[in-house]
C-alpha cells in the first residue's frame, strides 16, 4: 500500500502549483482521499476531501475558492490544484486515505 505525492516547489505569493497523489496496493475508487497540511511547529491540518466517486468536496475555510481537490480513478491519483498561493500556504502536504495511509509528504513553500 503507497501514496506518493509530488508537484511541490518554491513558488511567489499569488503563484500556482498542482499536487499530485499517486496510489497502489488497495482500490483506490473505493476510498475517500483526503489533502493535509503541516507547516513548522504547527498541528497537522485537513485541507481538502474528496468522496471515492469525486462527486463531493469539502475544504477548509482557509483554502476555499483557492484550492481544488479533484481525482481520476483510472489514474489511482488524487490532485490539489492550488491558485492564489500565500506565505501561510507553506508547509508539507500529505495525501491520505482511510486506514490510515499516508505519503510521505512534499514540501510547499510560498515565499518571495
Known amino acids: 500500500v503507497h501514496l506518493v505525492e509530488s508537484g511541490g516547489g518554491l513558488v511567489q505569493p499569488g503563484g500556482s502549483l498542482t499536487l499530485s497523489c499517486a496510489a497502489s496496493g488497495f482500490i483506490f475508487g473505493d476510498y475517500v482521499m483526503n489533502w493535509w497540511r503541516q507547516a513548522p511547529g504547527k498541528a497537522r491540518e485537513l485541507v481538502a476531501v474528496?468522496?471515492?466517486?469525486?462527486?463531493?468536496?469539502n475544504y477548509a475555510d482557509s483554502v476555499k475558492g483557492r484550492f481544488t481537490i479533484s481525482r481520476d480513478n483510472t489514474k489511482n491519483t488524487v490532485y490539489l490544484q492550488m491558485n492564489s498561493l500565500k506565505p501561510e500556504d507553506t508547509g508539507v502536504y500529505y495525501c491520505?486515505?482511510?486506514?490510515?495511509?499516508w505519503g510521505q509528504g512534499t514540501q510547499v513553500t510560498v515565499s518571495s
Open positions: 474528496i468522496s471515492s466517486a469525486g462527486s463531493s468536496t
Open positions: 491520505n486515505a482511510p486506514g490510515p495511509i
